[in-house]
């Protein structure tokens, strides 16, 4: 039953497939964009030739394959470009948006995650250390949590070692020397 469903939703799509439609006189609708914005949520990007009415910017729709019907929620940014936004919930599905008389069958991609980085703080380089250098950052896709532990290869004191993330400007296990502020640091300190 389920392959019946998505046969039948494959055949009646078919003829809406397209990049570029021409919903009513004169006016031609090119979808050139979809993004899943960390911040932005999902957005759609028409190219188009011509001012596009209220009426059309404010019924757009969204129709995920197999599942739910979510608004479409537009405005014109320049005379050649609309930029519209749906519900999250269409992440990572099929789709088939409805925009101006135009259809278009889409993929929305999942939500991007956002690169973090932060500092790695060493002892200085010199013979008898007495305090912590930057040397470089580590980044990655989640905050980091106090005591949550990295391997980093210094530039300067190979081989890699173990680092300590620590959010406070004074790491715990090393309260003789000065912090310079979050970020990871050596998991030794000379006292």
Sequence with gaps: MKYIRILLFILLMLP??????????????????VRNDSKGGIIFVFQVNDKISKSDLNNGFVQVEGGDSYGLHCNQVDDNRVQCITSKKASG???????AGAKF????????????????????????????????????????????????????????????????????????????????????CIN
Excluded: H
């Design 93 to 99: 599905k099929n789709v088939v948006v409805g925009f």
């Design 105 to 188: 069958w889409v993929y929305v991609p999942m939500q991007k995650t956002i690169t973090q980085c932060y500092s790695v703080y060493d002892w200085d380089d010199s013979f008898f250390p007495s305090g912590w250098v930057k040397y470089g950052e580590y980044c990655q896709d989640f905050p980091p949590s106090d005591g949550d532990e990295i391997i980093w290869e210094n530039p300067s004191l190979l081989p890699p070692y173990l680092y300590r993330y620590s959010s406070a400007s004074q790491p715990s296990w090393c309260p003789s020397w000065s912090g310079l502020g979050p970020g990871y640091y050596y998991n030794y």
């Design 16 to 33: 809406v497939y397209n990049v570029s439609a021409k919903p009513k006189e004169n006016t031609v609708v090119t979808l050139i964009e």
